[in-house]
């Protein structure tokens, strides 16, 4: 017998992807198809395994939709007939106006076997990310989801104005901002005092997220100047007043900023997170790629001698992790390093290498080369003998200086930054000026998108002028200052956190 598929209708949540349910999370790593719709948050593909089909079934209100609703029922029937695990992945809950129910009705009339997955409505979530709590025991004990969308000149409404105007305490209607006037004027007709607080929150629980206030009275006319579009949700009722102390998205010190980084894919994750933590929109543009070294022989004949170094010394994380990669290629592991002292440039470095059970033994005051060889020149290194694996390019400081005072230094190249090409969105957005600020990791990070944007020096300066810059060190800077650009931002100790810290007090 043939496997049988199965549908999960899942619940994507309002927008922002850490909303997704611990089990719609899991389903998704599981999915062979996914349907996904124009609500349902983009970087929630992420979960989905490289080999799942991605199906968009569109659904953009307003718009044609890119899949009638008879279609998108028919995949999800042929695809879990035809023995797939198929998750539909809808915005917010799929039973709350999303056609969940229609969509279960015709695979059980196939026998498709389903599962439903609820999700944070927007409701919920274009509250409490607007400062609004839904209900509150001072102001009200009701709430009802009600769908703006409904044809103001239907002879018979099938919303109960009279009822919901007055007996209802918090309404919050989806859809409904074509119709908001409409929606204002049944409800001030049925008894609900025209100055009952409105809340308006677009994009809900993303970065995007646009709030307005109002009364019943005006929030037509404040919508209408703000060209607040949808997809939004409206909240109506005195719970609304209380975000004057409640709203704590849209204060939080990075909202609205978007911020372009440029690490290499590998590492930009945890300063992406940071910002976002402060309520960054973040671009990944990574500008570098890292890659094995053309030629392993240098690290491999010093391998076979190791315990003839005095001094390893690692000034990056990235070297650590390829040195290691290497030794276990090699059949290798850190047992191999009991002979000479081990030193590194900063504290993420020493982190790196505490992840293969090693502890180092030299961590400068200062977090760069200079301070490294310093650190190295105070405990003298004459006639000593180090091993430096390195990125393939690097700055010469260091075995410089070491030469100078007497030091043999052998280099191994581990890794070597590579240049990916330039994402189209990248471009543009500079292009379009939307960012307010770049991060630069590294110097190559800034030499790289200079390199890649491919802009002479005076149009560089032109379409960067209402940018801001930081730049993790001195060196950074110097690289972006000799593009002819002005650094605003530099942490005193140059690590991410650091870096992150300087960026929202600059913001503060
Ligand atoms: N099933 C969805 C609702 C789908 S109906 C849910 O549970 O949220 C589509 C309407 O939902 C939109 O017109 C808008 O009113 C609302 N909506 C969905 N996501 C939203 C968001 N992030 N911000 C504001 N409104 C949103």
Request: with cysteine.
């Amino acid at each position: 017998m043939s496997k049988k598929g199965k549908v999960y209708l899942v619940g994507a949540g309002p927008g922002d992807p850490e909303l997704i349910t611990v089990k719609g999370k899991r389903l998704l790593g599981r999915a062979e198809v996914v349907v996904y719709d124009y609500l349902a948050n983009k970087k929630l593909l992420a979960h989905v395994p490289p080999t799942a089909v991605l199906i968009y079934a569109g659904k953009k209100g307003g718009s044609t939709h890119t899949h009638s609703q008879t279609e998108i029922n028919q995949m999800l029937v042929d695809h879990a007939l035809g023995g797939k695990t198929v998750v539909r992945l809808k915005g917010g809950d799929p039973f709350i106006f999303g056609r969940g129910g229609e969509e279960i009705e015709e695979l059980s009339a196939h026998g498709v076997p389903f599962e439903v997955v609820p999700g944070v409505t927007s409701a919920s979530a274009a509250a409490t990310y607007a400062g609004v709590p839904i209900t509150h025991r001072a102001f009200t004990s009701s709430v009802a989801f009600i769908t703006g969308h409904e044809d103001p000149n239907k002879k018979e409404s099938r919303i109960a104005w009279d009822k919901l105007a007055t007996g209802v305490g918090t309404l919050v209607f989806y859809m409904g901002i074509k119709n908001l006037p409409n929606i204002v004027a049944n409800l001030i007709k049925h008894g609900r005092d025209p100055q009952t607080p409105v809340a308006v929150v677009r994009w809900a629980s993303t970065p995007e997220q646009r709030s307005v206030v109002g009364t019943l009275a005006s929030i037509s006319e404040v919508v209408r100047q703000a060209g607040i579009t949808p997809p939004a949700l409206v909240v109506v009722g005195e719970v609304v007043s209380l975000r004057e102390v409640i709203n704590w998205y849209e204060k939080r010190p990075l909202f609205g900023k978007k911020i372009l980084v440029t690490r290499s894919r590998e590492q930009a994750s945890e300063l992406v997170q940071s910002l976002e933590d402060l309520g960054a929109d973040c671009l990944e543009g990574s500008t570098i790629a890292l890659a094995e070294p053309p030629d392993w022989a240098p690290l491999d004949q010093a391998l076979d001698k190791i315990a003839t170094y005095n001094w390893l010394l690692f000034t990056s994380p990235n070297a650590v992790n390829f040195f290691f990669k290497r030794l276990a290629a090699l059949g290798l592991d850190s047992r191999r390093l009991h002979g000479p002292q081990i030193a590194v440039v900063g504290t993420a470095t020493a982190e790196a290498l505490q992840n293969y059970g090693i502890k180092a033994d030299l961590l400068p005051a200062r977090f760069t080369a200079e301070g490294l060889a310093e650190a190295l020149l105070a405990q003298g290194v004459s006639g000593r003998k180090i091993l430096l694996p390195r990125a393939l390019k690097a700055r010469e400081v260091l075995p410089e200086s070491l030469r100078a005072a007497g030091a043999e230094v052998d280099i191994a190249p581990v890794y070597q930054n590579t240049r990916p090409p330039m994402a189209d969105e990248i471009r543009q957005a500079l292009e379009r000026q939307e960012v307010d600020l770049i991060t630069f990791t590294s110097s190559s990070t800034a030499s790289n998108l200079f390199a890649l944007l491919n802009w002479p020096a005076e149009e560089l300066a032109r379409r960067l002028a209402g940018v801001k810059i930081a730049a993790i060190g001195p060196i950074t800077a110097a690289t972006v200052e000799k593009a002819g650009l002005k650094v605003d931002i530099q942490p005193e100790t140059h690590t991410i956190p650091e870096m992150v810290s300087a960026i929202a007090a600059y913001y503060l």
